[in-house]
């Protein structure tokens, strides 16, 4: 069973930057498929990128193409996601989500960070 904490969040004016880090521990980090996700208040948590296990593959949202880049380093158990041109709608708690195969729902997830952009 894989333990995740994230790290790196914080306030930040629109236009700038950020990189949240996920870092793994209890597991073999390179078996799972890692993901972002991020809650706004008052809405439901969405999906923004996820990396599989070699990070040969990336997808994410729509709305952060081209701003947001998912990467990971499994020699130091770690995913990241560095933001650029944030955006005040970008402010949210955002998570890492592990899991190990593809299709399957995410199991594992971290207490969250938080991102808060001003305009």
């Known amino acids: 069973q894989v333990q995740l904490v994230e790290s790196g969040g914080g306030l930040v004016q629109a236009g700038g930057s950020l990189r949240l880090s996920c870092a793994a521990s209890g597991g073999t980090f390179s078996s799972y498929i890692m993901a972002w996700f991020r809650q706004a208040p008052r809405k439901e948590r969405e999906f923004v990128a996820d990396i599989t296990w070699s990070g040969s593959n990336t997808d994410y949202t729509n709305s952060v193409k081209g701003r947001f880049t998912i990467s990971r380093d499994n020699a130091k158990n770690t995913v990241y996601l560095q933001m650029n041109s944030l955006e005040p709608e970008d402010t949210a708690v955002y998570y890492c989500?592990?899991?190990?195969?593809?299709?399957?729902?995410?199991?594992?997830w971290g207490q969250g960070t938080q991102v808060t952009v001003s305009s």
């Open positions: 989500a592990a899991k190990r195969t593809a299709g399957a729902a995410y199991r594992y």
